[in-house]
Nanobody, 118 residues
Framework: QVHLVESGGGLVQAGGSLRLSCATS????????VGWFRQAPGQDREFVAG????????AYADSVTGRFTISRDNAKKTVYLQMASLRPEDTAVYYC???????????WGQGTQVTVSS
């Protein structure tokens, strides 16, 4: 079982920045692709950003492109989501998702709340 722990959420004013972290103790984490997803009240969970196992390839939802940056530090077994120019519509619970390299089994963190005030 891969245990993921998100942190870094909070309350910020529109235009502000936050950095989310997704950390694990899983020794093979460097082989996992990792994504950030978010879920606003009453809405489906949606993809935000993803990074491959090496950190070379990234992908973003159109709504966050140019404002959010995903990165990873495999030595620290941590993936980051740097969020800038935050908008009220970015308010959601943000979840970290890791995809196993062989089984493609998915693992989820418990989520961290991000609230952007206008």
């Amino acid at each position: 079982q891969v245990h993921l722990v998100e942190s870094g959420g909070g309350l910020v004013q529109a235009g502000g920045s936050l950095r989310l972290s997704c950390a694990t103790s899983e020794r093979t984490f460097k082989y996992f692709a990792v994504g950030w997803f978010r879920q606003a009240p009453g809405q489906d969970r949606e993809f935000v950003a993803g990074v491959d196992y090496s950190g070379t390839d990234t992908a973003y939802a159109d709504s966050v492109t140019g404002r959010f940056t995903i990165s990873r530090d495999n030595a620290k077994k941590t993936v980051y989501l740097q969020m800038a120019s935050l908008r009220p519509e970015d308010t959601a619970v943000y979840y970290c998702n890791a995809l196993g390299p062989l089984t493609h089994r998915e693992y989820w963190g418990q989520g961290t709340q991000v609230t952007v005030s206008s």
